[in-house]
């Protein structure tokens, strides 16, 4: 190890969607550089987001951190080429933000003798390669509390329990634009919805959009964010073309001018397949006062337990629809107060302070016994 710094290596596909790259981008930019040295490895340079990281100044390796299995006999030598790129650049802590459940990386760190964490950002354990997967890792990071019980409950000197962050002082209470307004064909008496999502199936905006259409209220519009170019996204578009007050937006680098002209949240995610972790998306919205309605699901839940009127059974159009109705019906001040505790929940469980403070923590824990090892 660097007499003076720690060196972080950050392992991440890529920077196409800034999920997990929001997150990587917040480590990197807020860790203490006079005791951290964080570096950053992903397969390619494309991504609307790469550019915002590359801006941050730090060290970037493209080079594929992972190995299919198959050829299955040559599986080793190619993990063995991953272990010498870690070697060759004496990383003191290698953390993984790659979603899968592959076991290629942590071999080659482990067999590079370096301590290796990953974040386990959505849920799903169906493959057996998540539990070699953590067996192989120094601590695995888990973002929610079903993780810790539905996976974890037999290796809890594994996981430790992080939330993800957002910065509050970038997501901040802000007034809509009147110039994007008019754009979007929208009035200051609309009611505006908005959803933030990579559109895939699971995010379950149809239950959004058909509880919307049952309400039949001139004044609702709906705004949705995110990425318009998957089949799920083709059929979406197809299917509500003919209503107006439906409006794909496509996918934004910054959505804050879009969560600043809207009135209600909505995160409709279904309750299967690769659910939610801790989605950055409606702490954003709750950072801009903004109230949220969401999914009884994990992950979603650990946001919004506080707030049980808020949230609705997965997939269930009436009960969203009822929500909606009684968000919509609250007074002023009701509404205020609301938006207050929204932005106060995030600021006191979800700072970006402690998200980087739990990491640092780690990272040193994590250097100081592979020393003493």
């Not at 991953?82 to 076991?103: C, E, G, L, P, Y």
């Not at 997967?133 to 409950?153: G, H, P, T």
């Not at 006191?348 to 250097?367: A, G, M, P, T």
Request: charge should be positive; include cysteine.
């Amino acid at each position: 190890m660097n007499d003076k710094h720690i060196r972080i290596l950050y392992t991440i596909p890529n920077f196409n969607t800034a999920g997990s790259g929001k997150s990587v981008y917040d480590l990197v930019s807020g860790l203490d550089r006079s005791i951290f040295e964080p570096e950053i490895c992903c397969f390619h340079n494309k991504g609307a987001f790469f550019k915002e990281v590359e801006a941050l100044g730090v060290k970037i390796h493209i080079f594929p951190f992972t190995s299919a299995y198959k050829p299955r006999l040559g599986f080793l030598s190619r993990v063995f080429k991953i272990r010498n790129f870690f070697k060759t650049h004496q990383f003191d802590v290698i953390h993984s933000w790659h979603w899968s459940s592959d076991i290629s990386e942590p071999l080659a760190a482990k067999l590079a003798g370096i301590p290796y964490v990953y974040t386990k950002k959505a849920m799903g354990w169906e493959s057996r390669y998540w539990k070699w997967r953590s067996q192989l890792s120094s601590k695995v990071i888990v973002v929610n509390e079903d993780m810790m019980s539905f996976y974890f409950s037999k290796m809890l000197h594994k996981a430790v329990q992080f939330p993800l962050a957002i910065d509050v002082n970038r997501y901040q209470p802000t007034l809509g634009s009147d110039v994007m307004r008019e754009q979007l064909g929208l009035s200051v008496n609309d009611f505006v919805i908005i959803s933030v999502a990579n559109l895939v199936e699971v995010k379950g905006i149809e239950t959004l959009l058909d509880a919307v259409n049952q309400l039949d209220n001139p004044k609702i519009k709906v705004l949705v964010v995110g990425g318009d170019s998957s089949d799920y996204a083709v059929m979406l578009k197809s299917k509500y073309k003919a209503y107006s007050h439906i409006k794909f937006i496509g996918k934004q680098l910054d959505v804050r001018p879009y969560l600043a002209l809207s009135d209600l949240f909505v995160i409709p995610t279904k309750d299967e397949g690769r659910r939610e972790g801790i989605p950055n998306a409606p702490l954003e919205a709750m950072a801009m006062n903004r109230i949220v309605l969401g999914s009884n699901i994990s992950g979603i839940r650990d946001i919004l337990k506080v707030f049980p009127d808020c949230m609705f059974q997965a997939d269930d159009i009436s009960d969203l629809k009822d929500k909606i109705k009684t968000i919509m019906n609250l007074s002023e001040d009701k509404r205020l107060a609301l938006e207050t505790q929204m932005r106060r929940r995030v600021v006191d469980e979800f700072s970006i302070e402690d998200f980087i403070e739990r990491h640092q923590s780690l990272y040193q824990e994590l250097v100081k016994s592979n020393l003493s090892s």
